[in-house]
Every structure is written in C-alpha cells, then in structure tokens.
DNA sequence: TTTTTTTATCGTATATTTGCGATATGTAAA
DNA sequence: TTTACATATCGCAAATATACGATAAAAAAA
C-alpha cells in the first residue's frame, strides 16, 4: 500500500460497509439509459403513467414496466395506482439520499 | 403525458443521447461495492498496486483484477506497468466528467 | 539458471440482466 | 355482459456480470 491510512476507509473485516453497498445499489439502478431516462423524465414533469414513458422510450411495454419495476424496488419512485392506469414520482426521501451519496463519493 | 415538454428531455428519434448513456456507463462502473472501494481507496491515497486492493477486498485475486480491468475500461482509472508491478490511479478527466454528469443528473 | 513475485488472462460455472411476445388482471365504457 | 384499455407478470432466450482456481507472462532476486 502507498499509504498506511486504508483502514479508514477499508472495513478490516473484510465486508462492505452499508453505505458502500448503498452507493452501489443506486448506482446499478441508474445503470441504464431508460432508468435515466425515466428519472429525468420524472424531475421534469411531477408525475408520468407508465404509457407515457412507453411512447417515447425504444422499447416494449413490457421491457418498461419491467424497468419501473427496478427502479421501484431501488426505492427511488414511488407507484400510485390510479385505475387502470399507474402513475409513478421521484421519491424525494430516496432521491436526496442518493443524491447525499454520489455526492460525498465525488467529494461535492 | 402530464405536461407536454418531453420533447426537450428525450430524443424525438428514440435512441439515447450521448450523455444520458454515459451517464449510465459511469453508473454501471460504480454498480459493485468493489468498484466503489476502489475509487475510494484511489481518491485517499494518489495509487495502489494490485496486490493492495487483493489485501482488503473480500475476494480473490483474479476477481479484483476483473475490477480493475472494468473500471480502467470504463476510463476511469490508469494503470502504470512498474515491472512486476502495476499501479493505478484516478484518470482525473474521466472523473471530473462523471463528476459533472452526476451533478448534473442530480441538479447540483 | 532457477525461483520468487506480481499481475493478467483463461476456462468454467452460476447468477443476473435485458428484452420480447403472450397473457393475466382490474377497471371503465359500451 | 361484453369490450376496450392500461399495466403487470409470465415464460423464454440471449447477453452480460460475478467469482474462482489454474495458468501464463515478465521481471527481479537468489
């Protein structure tokens, strides 16, 4: 090691820390161009249904939804169901987070 | 469509913009707690050989070197052969634009 | 020259991701 | 009730990611 200081910054156990896999569980959800997509999309107009996304995303219904669905279970949108149609929006809590995140890991 | 701007956030053409996969590329770079470790460890300390990140990482050697072989394709790294050595730093170009993609994306 | 050290690559197994068409679900409209 | 609509889920195929042990490569040390 070039310096002597990495167990501040290494867990000496061996596993990663909880905002480590943190960080690496928002970033694999922005790990594709139609979540960011759809996460700016979403920044930019409050709410959208799931066909909106469909009309302007190179893609199947189905491949969309199942996009919507990760970034649900990342936690960072929020479903609201609103017969027969499903809108989804940023979830604020777990956007900031993120945001808090990437922007400690850049050194922001 | 809840507002009717998408327009100027998604490509008419339905393909994705340069930024918005290279955000996503970045994003995949930092999608392990491995690949997140790295960086860290790189940003605290100038460089590292190989053998320093296979000391605190739970995995084998060959599977750190894999890592390393992703997050130097995805730019973000360099390697500097220092027979039989090799170590690597932070390239700070690509940094700075992942930096200001985030940002960006994040509306810092 | 032989051995050791350090790292990358190969081969392989398994898991996850991505994408599609088809289908199911649940509601509203006819 | 039947039909139409919006969305999610299923089943499948192909691609990519993750991880390991074994081996190769290349230079330094003995």
Avoid at 36 to 52: A, E, P, Q, R, V
């Amino acid at each position: 090691m070039s310096n002597k200081d990495y167990k501040k910054c290494f867990n000496p156990n061996k596993n990663f820390r909880g905002h480590t896999k943190e960080l690496a569980r928002y970033a694999k959800a922005l790990a594709h161009p139609a979540r960011i997509k759809i996460l700016n999309f979403l920044n930019n107009s409050k709410y959208c249904y799931t066909g909106d996304f469909v009309e302007v995303l190179p893609m199947a219904q189905s491949t969309v939804s199942q996009h919507l669905k990760e970034l649900k279970e990342a936690g960072l949108i929020i479903a609201n169901e609103q017969p027969p149609r499903v809108s989804y929006c940023i979830n604020k809590d777990a956007w900031e987070k993120a945001k808090k995140l990437f922007m400690d890991f850049f050194d922001v």
